[in-house]
């Protein structure tokens, strides 16, 4: 029997790119696909565990007030959910260690990366390892950019991929470390999924603006170490159709957005796995 996908696209205090996120899940053959407002979780009306795919859209999370979604990891690391003890983390801690795949996109990758769900070494899902940081160049960033794929990755998302190209839009998306051992695990464990690169997507660049944000080693993008929980700079829901593409008029492209293939990649993931 077919399995039937379950997806869910958590929005609100600022987030503005769910819709996208969610057409994205629809082209790519999820079964069920639910915009669901973060407040909706907070007051028990939802819960993650009915869920195989869990999106966290880019935006402007609480305006990026205290910096980038960091109110926001204070908001799921702390907040109960009404009428009990169980924290928002607790859910969010149990989907990861279910095997259930996420996917966070600009402010939802850099709500990842602030809880310490990436990279999440050896389990460690408390303890943030890197953290992503204003622009090198001084200014909010919103180009085109080549990205290399290192096909040794665990990441399920970009399985089958020579490299992608898709847009940046932020303002805080430089990736730091906490100490040259982190990158070390990174590297070795080939976690960097995506690099930004040249246009030939042999090479990671620190070269701006093919590096538009001056992130060590060219990072855009990095996993778990199952490869099931997944952040990256870049907008992948940005580029589902060749329409999308900035020479789509001057250009002989495939109907398919080379974003639409990281969606793709999850829904076929969830369908071969047992959870």
Known sequence: MRKRVKTIVITGYGTNCEIECAHACRLAGSDEVDIIHMSDLLYGDVRL????????PGG??????LGSAKAGVNRIRYAKIKGSHERLYD?????????????????????LVKLGFLPGFDGDYNTPKAT???????????RWVYLRIDRKSPCVYTKG???????????????????????????????????????NY???????????????????????????????????????HFTNHPRWTREKLPVDGQGLSIFKNAVQSIRNSEF
Do not use: W
């Open 132 to 142: 992503l940081t204003f622009n090198d160049s001084g200014k909010f960033e919103d």
């Open 60 to 65: 402007f999370l609480d305006g990026d007030d």
């Open 91 to 111: 859910q969010f801690y149990q989907f990861i260690k279910e095997g259930k795949l996420i996917l966070g996109i600009c402010n939802g990758f850099q709500l």
């Open 202 to 240: 042999q090479n990671m660049t620190m070269d701006y603006p093919a590096n538009p944000n001056g992130s060590v080693r060219g990072i855009a993008g990095i996993c778990n170490e199952t490869g099931r929980v997944f952040g990256l700079m870049p907008h992948p829901e940005a580029f589902l």
């Open 161 to 199: 991929q020579r490299g992608l190209y898709l847009p940046v839009r932020h303002g805080e998306g430089k990736f730091i470390v906490d100490s040259d051992v982190v990158l070390e695990r990174l590297q070795k464990d080939h976690l960097i999924a995506l690099q930004y690169s040249h246009d």
């Open 49 to 56: 565990d009915k869920y195989h795919f869990l999106n966290l």
